[in-house]
C-alpha cells in the first residue's frame, strides 16, 4: 500500500494548481492526511493537514491560499492551491497520521507519497 501524489506542474506567480494524494486504505477515513513540502536546500516542512472529521489546519506562510480536503469514498485528499508564489516552489508530499493532535510534527507521520513537484515561475 503506498499513497501516490500527483497534480504538480510548472505555472506562473499567480496561478492555481490541485494535487491529489490516493491513498488506497480501506480504513482511509480514520486517518488524519497531511501535506508537507521540501524546497531545494531546505528542510522539509508542514504545509497543511485534514482531520479524520475534516477539520482543516495549515502553515500560516499558505494559509488563505491553499485549502486541503478530503473524499472518504475515493480515499483522496487534494490540496488545491491558489495565488502560487515562487517560494512555493518544492516538492509536495502527502502523508498519514492516526495522530489526533500535533498534525505539523512529521514524525508523527507513519505512510508518506512520492511527492509531486511544483514550481512557480516569477
Known amino acids: 500500500v503506498q499513497l501516490q501524489a500527483c497534480g504538480g506542474g510548472l505555472v506562473q506567480a499567480g496561478d492555481s494548481l490541485r494535487l491529489s494524494c490516493a491513498a488506497p486504505l480501506r480504513t482511509f477515513g480514520s486517518y488524519t492526511m497531511g501535506w508537507f513540502r521540501q524546497a531545494p536546500g531546505k528542510e522539509r516542512e508542514y504545509v497543511a493537514a485534514?482531520?479524520?472529521?475534516?477539520?482543516?489546519y495549515y502553515a500560516d506562510s499558505v494559509k488563505g491560499r491553499f485549502t486541503i480536503s478530503r473524499d472518504n469514498a475515493k480515499s483522496t485528499v487534494y490540496l488545491q492551491m491558489n495565488s502560487l508564489k515562487p517560494e512555493d516552489t518544492a516538492i509536495y508530499y502527502c502523508?498519514?497520521?492516526?495522530?489526533?493532535?500535533?498534525?505539523?510534527?512529521?514524525?508523527?507521520?507513519?505512510?508518506w507519497g512520492q511527492g509531486t513537484q511544483v514550481t512557480v515561475s516569477s
Open positions: 502523508a498519514r497520521t492516526r495522530s489526533n493532535t500535533h498534525y505539523s510534527r512529521m514524525a508523527l507521520y507513519d505512510m
Open positions: 485534514i482531520s479524520r472529521n475534516s477539520n482543516t
